[in-house]
């Protein structure tokens, strides 16, 4: 067999179907509404701007590779130990991290039916397979999960609340997971969404990460806290995994700005819960009054909706997504998540929720 004319990269990247993020602009439209990547409508605080334009100042010096400033306030304001929190570029880095340190070809990475894309992609990358477990009504199915366990799998990720279901599992369910999994199966509770949830019976982990050996958390500063063109995520790790990840991860994997924005974001409080408010009220209302006009809407505890449509031609999600962007509101099509006939709808704000309410009544009138 000859040599090929060009690098050829490693067998499986050219199966792997990149991921598709939210679409920006809506052309025809006069005013755009962006409610397809799960932003803030309140947008960061505004003493994160302020520290990061602080930071601006010194562009020519390496970022602290530790971020210990970061992992400090993230520390302090969760009661954790700092040593146990490791930081990446949004908490994509870390997930794809988390792949490339525990999985080899041949290892096995368990995810759930309509769950957050990056993790196929990334144990498709590691050269290892993904498996994927059933839903129950659109919500994470420990039993299937657990059923699917074979000594190949290395890695479980659970997106708690999931993306783009907005469903969630309670503490316990989490817990009788990690308690039927073989203590080298590393499970991955992705808590991005975690914020925003209000509900007695839900933990985003931490607790479940301290007292075990093989549970990680991860979360973001990309949703609640509007910093997202930053790119901070952070993981809450036993430091067995700290010290693994440490040894591949990019050296400087959180830049200067987002190292002092993310403090000081974490630290302000108070913008963190005007936007818990504003999603309570405006989570509620939009669920409400999409269910109204016929609609099935998946109860969510996140900051964003599942709207699922009739699969009748004239009202489908396809033609509805048109209509909408037409108009300037861009939702997010979830194709790619194994449910072509919904829509995926961020929490935006008072005139963006109004607005999409208002279409879809016209749509479904067929004023269109
Ligand atoms: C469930 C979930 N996890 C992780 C991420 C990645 O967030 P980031 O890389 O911006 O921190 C997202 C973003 O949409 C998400 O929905």
Redesign the pocket.
């Known amino acids: 067999m000859s040599a090929p004319d060009r690098p050829q990269p490693k067998p499986g990247i050219l199966d792997i179907a990149a991921y598709v993020p939210g679409k920006h602009a809506a052309p025809d439209a006069k005013k755009v509404h962006k409610l397809s ?2 932003e803030t409508p309140l947008g960061p605080s505004p003493a994160a701007v302020e520290a990061m334009q602080a930071a601006a100042a010194n562009l020519e010096t390496y970022p602290d590779g530790t971020a210990r400033a970061l992992r400090d306030a993230i520390a302090e304001v969760h009661g954790l130990n700092p040593a146990n929190i490791l930081c990446g570029n ?4 870390l ?1 794809t991290l988390l792949c490339a340190t525990y999985l080899s070809p041949g290892d096995e990475g368990i995810v759930s039916a309509h769950g ?1 894309l ?1 993790y196929k992609i990334q144990i498709l990358a590691a050269g290892a397979t993904p498996v994927v477990a059933g839903e129950r009504d659109l919500t994470t199915d420990v039993d299937a999960i657990l059923q699917a366990v074979t000594p190949r799998t290395k890695i479980v990720f659970v ?1 708690n609340p ?2 783009p279901t907005g469903t969630y599992i309670p503490v316990d369910e989490v817990r009788r997971l990690q308690a039927g999994l073989p203590p080298h199966v590393l499970l991955v509770l ?1 808590a ?2 975690s914020e925003y949830v209000r509900r007695n019976d839900y933990e985003a982990g931490l607790e479940l990460v301290s007292a075990s050996s093989n549970v990680v958390m ?1 979360r ?4 609640i806290h509007g910093l ?1 063109a930053l ?3 952070w993981m809450y790790a036993p430091a067995h995994v700290v010290d693994a990840i440490d040894r591949i991860r990019g050296p400087f994997n959180v830049n200067a700005l987002a190292i002092a924005a993310g403090a000081a974001a974490v630290r302000d409080r108070a913008h963190v819960e005007a936007s818990v408010r504003h999603n309570q009220a405006w989570l509620a209302r939009v669920s409400e009054e999409l269910s109204a006009l016929g609609l099935t809407v998946t109860p969510s505890v996140g900051n964003f909706v599942l709207i699922h449509f009739p699969a009748g031609k004239g009202r489908s999600a396809a033609e509805a997504d048109d209509y909408l962007i037409r108009r300037g509101y861009i939702l997010r099509r979830v194709d790619a998540y194994g449910l072509p006939d919904a829509l995926r709808m961020t929490i935006g704000s008072e005139e963006a929720n109004l607005g999409v309410i208002a279409a879809l009544k016209e749509f479904l009138d067929g004023q269109g």
Request: charged share 20%; glycine share 8%; net charge negative.
């Open positions: 990547s799960n949004g908490s994509d880095d997930l957050f990056l997106a999931n993306n992705d991005a969404y991860t973001t500063f990309s949703k997202a790119r901070i995520g």
